[in-house]
């Protein structure tokens, strides 16, 4: 039986510098979606995030895999992008799905990205 819980939290509490972040406690699936200023941006980024974390579930790879890589490369402006991402083609694939949902729901994407590039303006870098 699925148990999934998908909230929209403001962009300063996620566990480290994302927009979308997924991990299970017991047996309930968690993803956490930065709050923005339009439903349907958070809406894509969590269709994202479950997305990508039912793939990784699907093909094994451990989410302290994805946890670890990305709090390394929290300068990239998508971790999941990057070539050595082990989670690289899953990222890609829910990207391709989140493309074609954005243009059916009417979002211009590249006011999507303005959005989430902002959030990272507004969350001060940690020393």
């Known amino acids: ?6 909230r929209t939290i403001p ?7 994302t927009t979308g ?3 299970d406690e017991g047996e309930r699936e968690i993803i956490r979606v930065s709050a ?3 439903w349907r941006y958070e809406f894509l980024v969590g269709i994202h995030e479950l997305i ?3 793939l990784l579930k699907h093909r094994g790879v451990p989410i302290s895999a994805i946890d670890e890589f990305d709090m390394s ?3 990239s402006p998508d971790p999941g992008d990057e070539p050595d991402a082990p989670y690289k083609r ?15 729901l009417g979002v211009n994407w590249s006011d ?5 590039d902002g959030l990272y303006a507004e969350r001060p870098t940690e020393q």
């Open 90 to 104: 899953e990222h890609c694939f829910a990207t391709g799905v989140e493309r074609i949902l954005a243009a059916e």
């Open 36 to 38: 923005m200023k339009e």
């Open 73 to 75: 490369h929290e300068d």
């Open 21 to 23: 972040d997924y991990w």
């Open 112 to 116: 999507y990205e303005d959005e989430i």
């Open 1 to 6: 039986m699925l148990d999934i819980d998908i």
């Open 52 to 54: 990508e974390k039912a």
């Open 11 to 17: 962009h300063n509490t996620q566990r480290y510098s």
